[in-house]
């Protein structure tokens, strides 16, 4: 079933563009596509599988902000006269004056959240279709050749275009040993709130959080609030929570420009970069966030209200469900010595994978490959593809090992977006060229 505000493309089965996945990141390049339309008009679908258009929604814990500047919008940094941007947002709800006096750079994320929402609302020269879970990529072959790529979706949907976008996020991280817990019992931080939702009303449970970096911070935080009466323990293999790496100097390497220098670089300088920037967005929590933990630790303490608890250098070497209750069994890293615990529930803080996503196996032949088994992409993120493919796939997200930290990240996405759509021009005039020629030899 077709849903979602905007049905432009309903009927269609074959169109210019597609976007799989309507993150930040394919919102980025469908609003450049919409601001462009007057010029170069391209029929564009953006699907997403989710019911609606929400930006990291099991993750939009009241008071956590944004750590990225609110310039970095989807729009401001290609063109700040865009309708799209964040400013615009909050003008055309009310709310621009009273945001203007918050005094901050760093919107709350159910605020961006809401922005994001209001960007996939407002396209009016771009499809957005909502309840369509791209589940397989085949290739249409006309002439020998590979002139488009078929999208199908599980709702029985498929879309052809000669230009795909696969903009699904990256894959939630589940370490091995929570591999057999059921959802109930376990989940990742991307489904946090929906797994805190199906407890709420219980009093008194005890939880246990995995991991050390913002979101295991926030989790750690948020659920004493929305479970009153839990007690919750926070487990990490390093020694305590550490401060995210930021300067104002190594934020430059986020700047659009370094995407260049990085994926000029040879693999070893890169791989330098990489390591000496990866604690800026990785492992670390944002000072505001530790001040705010560290005093509310402090003060249970000294209440003898204990709700928070942290176990450093521990590492859960098992997990399984028996009598009522999820037990752990812990090693401490310190000194060896395993231990049990007992909980009610499990929320991973693990992180997500930077592999490239799934969805692009069956066409995997296709697809040109480096010598680690990784699908090579060029500056404007297109995967290089074998002779005979004309039609394209682009990868939004996927490719930190060649473009650098901002692959992860907010920060570029309008410029990205660009680089996107200036590739798919090219790609577009080429086949035009080219069929073309076909034409003139023909006659
Ligand atoms: C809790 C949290 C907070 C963050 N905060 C910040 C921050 O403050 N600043 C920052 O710069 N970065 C932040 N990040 C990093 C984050 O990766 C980016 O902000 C951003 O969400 C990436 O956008 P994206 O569009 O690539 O992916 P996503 O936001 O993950 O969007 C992908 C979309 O694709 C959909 N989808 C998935 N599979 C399919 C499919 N098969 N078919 C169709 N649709 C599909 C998903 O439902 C989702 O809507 C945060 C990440 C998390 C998890």
Redesign the pocket.
């Known amino acids: 079933m077709q849903s979602g505000k905007n049905t432009l493309y309903a009927a269609a089965n074959s169109v210019d563009v597609l976007g799989?996945?309507?993150?930040?990141?394919?919102l980025a390049l469908a609003a450049a596509i919409e601001d462009g339309h007057q010029e170069s008009a391209l029929r564009a679908i953006f699907?997403?599988?989710?019911d609606s258009v929400e930006?990291?929604k099991n993750?939009l814990i009241p008071w956590s902000r944004?750590?990225?500047s609110f310039v970095k919008d989807l729009v401001t940094l290609r063109n700040p006269r865009s309708e799209f941007s964040f400013l615009n947002f909050l003008k055309a709800t009310g709310k621009l004056v009273e945001f203007a006096n918050l005094g901050t750079l760093f919107p709350y994320r159910i605020e961006l959240s809401a922005y994001v929402s209001w960007v996939a609302e407002r396209l009016g020269k771009v499809e957005i279709s909502t309840r369509?879970?791209?589940t397989a990529l085949q290739p249409v072959i006309e002439g020998g050749r590979v002139t488009e790529f078929e999208a199908s979706f599980s709702n029985g949907r498929r879309i052809r275009a000669a230009d795909v976008v696969v903009?699904?996020?990256?894959k939630p991280n589940i370490p091995t040993a929570f591999k057999g817990l059921p959802d109930d019992r376990c989940a990742h931080s991307?489904k946090f709130l929906s797994l805190v939702d199906a407890w709420k009303g219980r009093r008194g449970l005890r939880v246990a959080v995995v991991g050390s970096g913002q979101?295991a911070a926030e989790i750690l935080l948020s659920i004493p609030e929305e479970l009153p009466e839990s007690r919750v323990t926070v487990i990490m293999r390093s020694l305590g929570f550490r401060n995210s790496e930021t300067s104002k100097f190594l934020d430059e390497f986020y700047f659009p420009e370094f995407v260049d220098v990085f994926y000029g670089l040879p693999e070893a300088g890169r791989r330098l970069v990489a390591d000496e920037i990866r604690h800026t967005n990785y492992a670390g929590v944002t000072p505001v966030m530790l001040e705010a933990l560290y005093s509310k630790i402090y003060l249970e303490r000294l209440t003898n209200t204990a709700q928070h608890e942290i176990s450093g250098s521990t590492e859960v070497v098992d997990a399984s469900v028996a009598d009522g209750n999820v037990h752990l069994q812990l090693r401490n890293m310190m000194t060896n010595e395993v231990s049990e615990t007992q909980c009610d529930f499990v929320v991973l803080a693990t992180g997500y994978e930077t592999g490239q996503p799934a969805?692009l196996a069956d066409i995997g032949e296709l697809l040109i490959k480096d010598a680690t088994g990784q699908f090579v992409v060029n500056r404007n993120y297109r995967v290089e593809t074998e002779p005979g493919v004309e039609a394209s796939i682009y990868l939004?997200?996927y490719s930190e090992a060649t473009h650098g930290i901002t692959e992860?990240?907010?920060?570029i996405v309008s410029i990205r977006a660009q680089n996107v759509l200036q590739e798919i021009f090219e790609r577009r005039a080429e086949r035009l060229r080219r069929s073309s020629d076909k034409m003139r030899v023909a006659n």
Do not use: K
Not at 21 to 26: I, M
């Open positions: 799989l996945g309507c993150g930040p990141a394919n699907t997403e599988r989710a930006w990291q993750m944004s750590q990225t369509h879970e791209c903009g699904i996020g990256r991307s979101s969805l939004q997200g992860g990240v907010l920060s």
